[in-house]
Every structure is written in C-alpha cells, then in structure tokens.
C-alpha cells in the first residue's frame, strides 16, 4: 500500500472513532435528559461509525498495511440543547466527507485505484449520513423551543429514519 494512503486511511480510523465516542457521549446525555427516542438514534449512529472504523482497519491490514487503533480524547459530554446536539452531529458529518473526499483526490493523484474504489462506500454513506443530519437539524429549526414539538420529535426521530431510508 502506498505509504501516504496508509497514513490518510489510518488518520480516518482516528475520525471514525472519535466520531463514534462523540456519538456515544450524545446518546447518554438524551438519555439522561428524557430524549430516549434521540438517544437511540445516537447510540445506533455510535455504533455505525465504529463499523466505518472497523472496516477501514480490516481493509489496511488486509493490504498488508498496518492499521493503528487510535486513542481518542474525552468527547464533549454536556449540551446545551437538543438543537445543538443536531448542529455537533451535522459538522461532524461535514468534517468526515472532506476527509473522505480528500483521501479519493490523494488517490486519484497517486493513482491508487483499488484504495479509490474502497472508498466508494463511504462516499455513498456520507451523503446519507449528512441528509439524515441535515433533515433533522432542519425539523429542529422549525420546532425552535416548542416543547411539545421537541417530545414529538423524539417519539418520531427513529420513524423518520426508517422513512427516509426506505
Ligand atoms: Fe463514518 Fe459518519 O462518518
């Protein structure tokens, strides 16, 4: 494997995992705060980000590249609001796809086309994943501090994904 793509690929272990704590440290805070519907979205989307994760560390050491499992620093574990728990989820999202985009122009430069064609699934998964934020963020907006509009989104936030993805 081309040592530079190894790096990429293996700093992207890193985002996914900081990604799926931040995720986790989202969950438990809604479900100390009576949001269970959004906690469970959280901590699917925990788990979703470790499978990423994983998956990149298979792919690398089945390339016979070494994948090195990253310690990741504490995650913000209070928020102000469910709404800010939307806007964090969202720049998270952001933040990856530039990584990821990032990494398929490093391969197209140094012509790596079997790394660039791994890469396609996540490509894929992070437009989903930041229409999924987007939409949600967007519900937000429109519920603003109505507090039976926030009880009513967490009841419905995991009908909304299944919708969606249908
Ligand atoms: Fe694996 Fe949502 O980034």
């Not at 809604?30 to 925990?46: C, I, K, L, P, W």
């Not at 728990?85 to 999202?93: G, K, Y």
Request: charged share 25%; hydrophobic share 40%; proline share 2%.
């Amino acid at each position: 494997m081309i040592p530079e793509i190894e790096q990429l690929l293996n700093d992207q272990i890193t985002y996914e995992a900081k990604a799926s704590a931040q995720y986790l440290s989202m969950a438990s805070w809604a479900d100390t705060n009576g949001y269970n519907g959004v906690a469970e979205f959280f901590y699917m989307q925990s788990e979703e980000e470790r499978l990423h994760m994983t998956k990149l560390v298979k792919f690398i050491n089945e390339r016979s590249g070494v994948a090195i499992i990253p310690a990741v620093d504490k995650p913000r574990n209070d928020f102000d609001s469910l709404i800010e728990l939307f806007e964090i989820f969202l720049e998270s999202e952001e933040f990856v796809t530039a990584k990821i985009n990032n990494i398929i122009h490093e391969c197209l430069t140094l012509k790596d086309y079997n790394v660039h064609n791994f890469m396609q699934w996540y490509v894929s998964e992070q437009l989903e994943e930041e229409a999924t934020a987007r939409t949600l963020l967007d519900k937000l907006k429109i519920i603003g501090d109505d507090k039976s509009g926030h009880y009513l989104f967490d009841r419905d936030i995991n009908t909304f994904q299944a919708t969606e993805q249908a």
